[in-house]
């Protein structure tokens, strides 16, 4: 299967999910908050690695 199949296809599948989540569950609360919660996380993590990779950077220079 082509890569880019493969990343539609994971999005697609990822969206119902959520979707079915919040809209038919009642636990949809739950879901919003956790995904808030992940975004801050994501954010962190990113920022930590970028650092990571400047620092191993400049001090290979």
């Given at each position: 299967m082509n890569t880019a199949v493969k990343i539609i296809l994971g999005i697609i599948l990822v969206l119902i999910a959520l979707f079915v989540a919040i809209a038919f569950g009642s636990w949809g609360h739950a879901v919003v908050e956790f995904l808030k919660g992940l975004v801050?996380?994501?954010?962190?993590?990113?920022?930590?690695?970028?650092?990571?990779?400047?620092f191993s950077e400049a001090s290979s220079k």
């Open positions: 801050i996380v994501l954010v962190i993590v990113v920022g930590l690695i970028l650092l990571v990779i400047g």
